[in-house]
């Protein structure tokens, strides 16, 4: 009896292991199946194979779909076997969150990682910032997106430049469709300029630059806080209980923190070596005592209006 016993738990046993491979084939199977890389249209489509396997080349109005991702360009050459897409020619990718616009690029289907060379330009479709620069990486997996060579981001009124611009992407909250930007990082010759928006005549700019700068922002995309390290200098604005001018302050120092209130500078702190000196009211607008690095290139935005890409 025990042994007709032990036979039929061990046949239970097996059947409930056969059960479990077989869901996990499943359901790696459907996942595999909705992150496949359709081809959604081509004028041309050409066949051939290197030594590497084949390949497959298409030409005209292409559009590639991966999961959420759409890939268009003029054309492509896709080699399966190495998980990669050559786009050329007004490429273009976007998913839910960011749109972004290049000459050439690959994209690696694996990994599900873009990279963009020439004239690039993005942005995020819920209007909050829009940039540019030379080369770019999207990286869905790890909901980060990098601007190298002359990069050059809008946010609102306030401009970010430096070497590389890096930007990191949370979830979306409950009720939300979209991930918003959480937080920036700057890298090599970082410079932030910011509208004053007390002073209507002239126009003037706070302005802040450093090796290194760190940008946090709220779920509402505003900016909460600013972190500049390495020669961080500063030019802002004061303004007395009435909101009329009562002079500009000038700091530098190793380690400068900028905090703000729904989006609005509040408070600058300035640490190590700290250098400064005090403008009075009468050189509101004079451009002598801007920083070095200062200039405002809002006319190079490529989306001004912030309209749709095709």
């Not at 998980?83 to 290049?102: A, R």
């Not at 050439?104 to 829009?130: C, F, H, K, P």
């Not at 609102?156 to 890096?166: A, P």
């Not at 000038?250 to 300035?270: C, H, N, T, W």
């Amino acid at each position: 009896m025990r042994r007709v016993n032990s036979v039929i738990l061990f046949r239970f046993t097996l059947l409930g292991l056969l059960t479990i491979m077989l869901l996990n084939l499943n359901y790696n199977t459907l996942r595999a199946e909705k992150k496949k890389i359709i081809l959604q249209h081509a004028d041309t489509i050409e066949g051939g194979e290197t030594d590497a396997g084949p390949y497959r080349s298409v030409i005209g109005n292409v559009v590639f779909l991966h999961d959420n991702i759409t890939l268009k360009c003029d054309r492509a050459i896709n080699y399966e076997h190495e998980n990669k897409i050559v786009l050329t020619g007004n490429v273009f990718i976007t998913d839910n969150t960011v749109e972004m616009l290049s000459d050439n690029g690959v994209y690696y289907t694996d990994r599900q990682i873009g990279e963009l060379v020439g004239n690039v330009r993005g942005r995020m479709l819920d209007n909050s910032l829009a940039g540019k620069s030379k080369k770019a990486v999207v990286n869905k997996t790890t909901s980060q997106v990098w601007l190298n060579d002359d990069a050059i981001a809008w946010h609102n009124q306030q401009q970010i430049s430096g070497d590389i611009i890096q930007l990191h992407l949370k979830d979306p909250d409950t009720g939300k469709k979209r991930k918003t930007i959480d937080e920036i990082q700057v890298l090599g010759n970082a410079f932030f300029a910011s509208r004053d928006t007390l002073s209507l005549l002239p126009i003037v700019y706070d302005q802040f630059s450093g090796k290194k700068m760190v940008i946090l922002l709220n779920d509402n995309s505003k900016i909460t806080g600013i972190t500049l390290t390495n020669q961080a200098e500063s030019l802002y604005h004061l303004y007395n209980q009435d909101s009329r001018p009562s002079g500009i302050n000038y700091s530098s120092g190793d380690l400068i923190q900028m905090f703000f209130s729904r989006g609005i500078l509040k408070r600058v702190k300035v640490t190590g070596n700290v250098e400064g000196k005090q403008y009075p009211e009468s050189f509101l607008g004079d451009k002598k005592i801007n920083l070095s690095k200062f200039v405002w290139r809002d006319n190079e935005n490529p989306f001004p209006h912030q309209k749709s890409l095709p």
